[in-house]
């Protein structure tokens, strides 16, 4: 792990308002370093500027200050090719938060096929890409249907296949489940949970929920434009007053973990998700009990 | 709403469903202008006939074809009257006051009408009912490629059908959430007269034109993502191959269109 995968440096982004031709500052000085094979989550209330850093990644949109590594590889050099970006493009997938509005075939395979045909892939390559891509977010029995008869996290699991099959290194996920039911977002936190897992794909997950953060590597809480904290779950969740400070909510196990805390309980170990959480608080007064019954 | 079905696609799974979508096309020209080759009786019979075949292998309900001549059935009528009444002859038939009608008037508005049927159901025969709209698309795609060193952009306007068909249901289901949406707010879309009705339309139409952009811009994003960068390099999962049956079928076609020209020559009856 000598060079990480992704490497900003002061990035910054402002867009002009139309009206008054106004620079509007989105993000200020970004430094930022993802290693390969990382399952980070980026956090922030609207505005703060998650969505325009995952897209300036990718190159969708153009930095106006800073530079960004990716694999090593300059991508705000002026050096940067057509074909430079269209490598990028299948390196850096992108799974963005409308389901509805990133299929572009009437059936399932063929959207997927879409990517893989734009990069000139070999027909049948691209059929065998197909076929592997529809089994990793299991959707094979739905290769001959149409998107818009589908739920939304079976789309959101085609899109997620259509990325598949460019084989990226590095999935971003803008927003991804913020349109689906709880069980879409089952489904589509599963697939890409083990994408990860299994194939080592580095995953940016750009969310609202916390509890979809907490199972994370690693969050990264932007305010502003800027990084306010970067850390592993515990970590950051062991400040919730700072989280609720800039509109964010905390997960309910880790506010109860907080709470406990401050009011005396020692708490070691895993709390990132509710169920390790479950398990320290037990373990926390089984030890106090145990206590209790030696000291007293 | 979800279950709409676009175009006429009827899928009853006949061999004309399973030919290659450019040959359908290539057929569909032939047999439209073997149509138009058709001159005497025994030629129109056998046009009538090669019509009444085609139905049968495609297995389509009789219903169904009738349902697709009710849009052109005024246009024949039309056609008939026009030519029962005013086309001139040797052959005097019938006469009243100034309406005179011809033998050969009678003919050819039966021969005007055997021709339009024919024009309607053949081309629906071998293309929207055993065509999808997406294969028509992806087969008029490949089939004017050639025309692409003369800068016709026949990949874009492939891809806008495909785009279009892919979201004729989206905005369908967002039309109907919106005038829900608007009733629930006391919008009254079946009662007054035409021009208000025409009107209690806008609340629905800016918020559906609002959304369109939006999709076409996200769309445009994730097609960027995507690594679209126009047809240029870009290959296709599927390839496209003529089997035995295509060429039979062309075959078929071609000696329907020879027989219509002999029959033009050797055949009987009035010759237009």
């Known amino acids: ?296 | 709403m979800k279950g709409i079905a676009l175009g006429q696609y009827y899928p009853s799974g006949s061999v004309l469903h399973r030919l290659d979508p450019r040959m359908k096309v290539i057929i569909a020209v032939l047999y439209i202008v073997t149509t138009f080759l058709a001159k005497n009786v025994t030629a129109f019979a056998l046009l009538l006939v090669s019509m009444l075949l085609l139905i049968a292998v495609s297995r389509i309900p009789l219903r169904i074809v009738l349902s697709g001549i009710k849009p052109v059935l005024m246009i024949m009528l039309f056609t008939m009257v026009i030519n029962l009444f005013f086309v001139g002859g040797e052959r005097l038939l019938f006469e009243w006051k100034f309406i005179r009608i011809y033998v050969e008037g009678l003919y050819q508005a039966a021969f005007m009408a055997i021709r339009i049927v024919v024009l309607i159901v053949g081309t629906s025969m071998l293309l929207t009912y055993t065509t999808t709209p997406i294969m028509l698309t992806d087969a008029l795609e490949r089939l004017l490629a050639p025309l692409r060193v003369l800068h016709v952009p026949v990949h874009e306007f492939a891809m806008m059908m495909t785009i279009a068909l892919r979201f004729i249901p989206t905005l369908m289901e967002e039309t109907e959430k919106i005038m829900a949406a608007q009733k629930a707010r006391g919008a009254d879309f079946t009662s007054g007269s035409l021009v208000s009705r025409a009107k209690a339309l806008i609340p629905i139409l800016i918020p559906l034109f609002v959304s369109a952009f939006r999709r076409a811009d996200d769309l445009a994003t994730a097609m960027e993502c995507r690594c679209y960068h126009g047809g240029k390099g870009r290959t296709r999962m599927t390839v496209l191959h003529f089997h035995l049956g295509d060429f039979v079928a062309l075959t078929v076609f071609v000696a329907l269109g020879a027989g219509l020209i002999l029959a033009n020559r050797y055949g009987f009856g009035f010759s237009m």
């Open chain 1, 1 to 296: 792990m000598s060079q990480p995968f992704i490497h900003t440096e002061h990035l910054s982004y402002s867009y002009e308002d139309g009206a008054d031709a106004k620079q509007m500052p989105v993000l200020h000085d970004v430094s930022l370093d993802v290693a390969r094979g990382e399952y980070i989550a980026i956090i922030g209330h609207n505005g703060s500027g998650k969505s325009t850093f995952a897209k300036l990644l990718n190159l969708v949109l153009e930095p106006t200050d800073g530079k960004i590594l990716i694999d090593g590889q300059d991508i705000t050099s002026p050096d940067m090719t057509d074909d430079d970006l269209l490598a990028l493009r299948r390196k850096v997938g992108m799974v963005f938060q409308n389901p509805d509005n990133q299929l572009v075939a009437t059936v399932v395979e063929e959207d997927i096929a879409f990517g893989p045909e734009n990069l000139g892939v070999p027909s049948a390559e691209i059929r065998a890409r197909v076929d592997e891509a529809l089994a990793a977010v299991g959707m094979t029995e739905y290769a001959r249907h149409e998107p818009h008869r589908l739920s939304g996290g079976q789309k959101q699991r085609v899109a997620i296949a259509g990325i598949i099959a460019m084989m990226p290194d590095c999935m971003i996920f803008d927003e991804s489940t913020a349109m689906l039911d709880p069980l879409g977002r089952r489904e589509v936190l599963e697939v890409m949970e083990r994408l990860h897992r299994e194939r080592g794909i580095t995953v940016i997950t750009i969310t609202h929920h916390m509890d979809e953060a907490a199972r994370a590597d690693r969050i990264v809480v932007l305010d502003d434009g800027r990084v306010l904290r970067d850390g592993t779950p515990e970590q950051i969740f062991s400040e919730p007053e700072l989280l609720m400070e800039i509109g964010l909510d905390v997960p309910q196990s880790a506010a109860l973990v907080h709470r406990l805390r401050k009011a005396g309980l020692s708490l070691d170990g895993e709390v990132g998700t509710p169920e390790a959480c479950v398990e320290t608080i037990c373990r926390a007064f089984a030890a106090r009990e145990h206590n209790t019954l030696v000291n007293g």
